[in-house]
């Protein structure tokens, strides 16, 4: 997906009809609302356009598939980003 702050496009792939892909229509829509508020100079602090994304993402999935959702997908997340910094390095 592809957004801004008015539209956001969606390959046909995305919209798949049995809502397994709704995370990333969510983390779209997230960005148009807030993720592109951020904007880094360099990509030092990415996290930060990401990081409120990512949290309106888990908002509004929450809200499609009940409280539990959050908090396990936070973990998910936080596990990927250990295993990511194993392999590439803190730096």
């Known amino acids: 997906g592809m957004e801004n702050p008015c539209l956001t496009f969606v390959t046909p792939t995305l919209l798949a009809g049995d809502r397994s892909l709704a995370d990333v229509i969510c983390h779209e829509i997230a960005h148009s609302w807030t993720g592109n508020l951020v904007t880094t100079r360099t990509w030092e602090h990415f996290w930060l356009n990401e990081g409120c994304t990512m949290w309106v993402q888990r ?8 409280e539990h959702f959050f908090d396990f997908d936070a973990r998910i997340g936080q596990k990927a980003l250990a295993d990511n910094v194993e392999v590439m390095g803190a730096d």
């Open 59 to 66: 908002k509004i999935m929450e809200r499609l598939h009940g």
